[in-house]
């Protein structure tokens, strides 16, 4: 079996115990996957894993196997055009020193698409209802999970907001 | 880290095979992965049970069984938990991040460890549970988020899981599997207080596996539960205190009540006592307090976590406060 990562195909490690995340960023030089904590309590090292934000930092790279792995490098076009979440994080200073970024492009693309299957937060107060409304409060629960310790969260929560608004459009 | 072999489990009878010969059980790892990596816990060979079949689906009773290895998100979006289990639901995401919550497993999350920080500082700090004898750093350090119930001279740490109290208020049953065949154990049986022996945490026996998760059929006052946490920050933060609630109330009366209670104990803590002084009595606050003070009578303060008591009583008064007005 093989990992496909960003649409390639890759071996897992021979050595079990390295993470998903050390796969990617020292041997499979993919370093835009940032390392925080390496405990599970940053989001900084969030990636797609079939489809679903994972913590790379404690998925051991073999239970990859046979799964499809998205990273942020995969993310603007061929052309070098970047994704409408890129765009959006730029124009709405959803950043200072960049390193909990793709973190927090991955968590939130996955997110709208749980938002869009209608799965619920700890915040939607309906649980039985169907799609919950997108509130502010809405994205910063269901963000909680990539923090940003330059505090540029206020600009992330604004780029996202734009991203869905587009979306839905 | 030690080294060690990792297997995906074809199947069960596969996964039964490689625990008996010693193999430790990888569920999504989110625990497992920092414990191993923190050198807390060491493992030669992990199989991953994550990948064997996970459904969610209604018994012949009306109740749901769930496969271990069900994904908490999995769970807490499926329609049936919403509709019939709220408490379930809003439980499973309070808990941890929603990464997080996607990587983890039903079955890990029940086996989950405790947070306590000497437990996780294999360098700095004494642990009767990490090292049986050792002594406990937690006695006399930072232990705002401890136990004051159920606790022992030895051990004074709190189950982290927000998911297991509302199974304890659901009554369910976990499913186990291991060399001697199958049982089933009351989730509030499961877990077992340190008293001498920290060290142990549950009843699972060496090579067993847990492979569901039962609930019976929802109750009326199941139907009408919540699950309200209060943290030191309002998401992805363990819990200091939390609270499942369920009530049912005719003519003016409560004829079923439930609750659970989180952070306070080394197992998630049904409130039996309290469930009981609640039969047959109004719904007001004055008479949801008394009941909690009932269940909290045992409740012993550590030097940094004295708060937890009346926290726990207010915010039981305040969810059931909010069930029993939804419903007037
Ligand atoms: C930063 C952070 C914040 C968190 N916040 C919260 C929170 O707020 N609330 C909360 O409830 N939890 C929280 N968690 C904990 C999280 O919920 C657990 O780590 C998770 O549920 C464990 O599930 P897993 O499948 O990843 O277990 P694993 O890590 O794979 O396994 C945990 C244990 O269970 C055993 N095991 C797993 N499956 C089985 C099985 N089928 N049979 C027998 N043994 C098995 C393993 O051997 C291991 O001992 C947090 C975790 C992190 C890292
Ligand atoms: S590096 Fe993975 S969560 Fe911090
Ligand atoms: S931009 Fe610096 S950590 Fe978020």
């Known amino acids: 079996m093989s990992i496909r990562v960003n649409g390639m195909e890759v071996l897992p490690p021979d050595d079990a115990r390295v993470s998903l995340l050390d796969h990617l960023r020292e041997h499979l030089h993919l370093s835009g996957t940032k390392k925080g904590c390496d405990q599970g309590a940053c989001g900084a090292c969030t990636v797609l894993l079939d489809g679903n934000r994972v913590l790379s930092c404690l998925t051991l790279a073999a239970q990859a196997d046979g799964s499809n792995v998205q990273t942020i490098e995969a993310l603007a076009a061929e052309s070098g055009a970047l994704h409408a979440l890129q765009r959006a994080f730029i124009e709405h200073d959803g950043l200072q020193c960049g390193y909990c970024t793709p973190g927090q492009i991955c968590s939130a693309i996955a997110m709208a698409e749980e938002l869009r299957r209608g799965d619920p937060s700890y915040v939607t107060l309906d649980l039985a209802a169907g799609p919950p409304v997108v509130t502010r409060a809405e994205i910063r629960e269901r963000m909680s999970g990539n923090l940003c310790r330059c505090g540029a969260h206020n600009g992330i929560v604004e780029a996202i907001e734009d991203m869905l608004v587009e979306t839905a459009a | ?328």
């Open chain 2, 1 to 328: 880290m030690t080294p060690f072999g990792y297997a995906r489990a074809a199947d069960r009878a596969d996964a039964l095979a490689r625990v008996g010969s010693g193999a430790r059980v990888l569920g999504g790892g989110t625990n497992l992965v920092d414990l191993l990596r923190q050198n807390v816990e060491q493992a030669s060979e992990l199989v991953d049970v994550s990948r064997l079949e996970g459904a969610i689906r209604e018994s012949d009773d009306g109740g749901l069984l769930i496969d271990a290895s069900v994904r908490n998100a999995t769970l807490a979006a499926h329609p049936l938990v919403r509709h019939r289990y709220p408490v379930l639901a809003r439980a499973l995401l309070a808990g941890a991040s929603a990464q997080i919550r996607n990587m983890a497993t039903v079955g890990g999350n029940i086996l989950q460890r405790t947070r306590c920080m000497y437990f996780y500082d294999v360098e700095g700090a004494r642990c009767n549970k990490r090292q049986p004898g050792a002594g406990c750093d937690a006695m006399d350090g930072f232990n705002r988020y401890h136990a004051v119930l159920g606790a022992s001279d030895q051990c004074i740490a709190t189950h982290p899981s927000d998911m297991c109290v509302a199974l304890a208020m659901l009554d369910a049953v976990i499913h186990l599997s291991g060399p001697d065949g199958e049982r089933s154990v009351p989730l509030t049986d499961f877990h077992v207080l340190p008293n001498a022996t920290p060290q142990t945490e549950t009843v699972l026996k060496p090579g067993e596996l847990i492979t569901g998760v039962e609930l019976p059929p929802p109750s009326a006052a199941v139907t009408h539960s919540e699950y309200r946490k209060v943290r030191d920050r309002s998401s992805y933060a363990f819990a200091l205190i939390s609270v499942a609630g369920g009530l049912a109330i005719a003519e003016g009366r409560i004829t079923e009540a439930r609750i659970a209670l989180g952070g306070v104990a080394a197992k998630p803590w049904r409130a039996t006592r309290a469930e009981t002084a609640l039969v047959c009595v109004a719904p007001t606050p004055d008479a949801f307090l008394a009941a909690i003070r009932e269940e909290l009578v045992g409740a012993r303060p550590l030097s940094g976590n004295g708060f937890k008591i009346g926290l726990a009583e207010r915010t039981v008064v305040a969810v059931l406060g909010a069930l029993a007005g939804a419903r007037a």
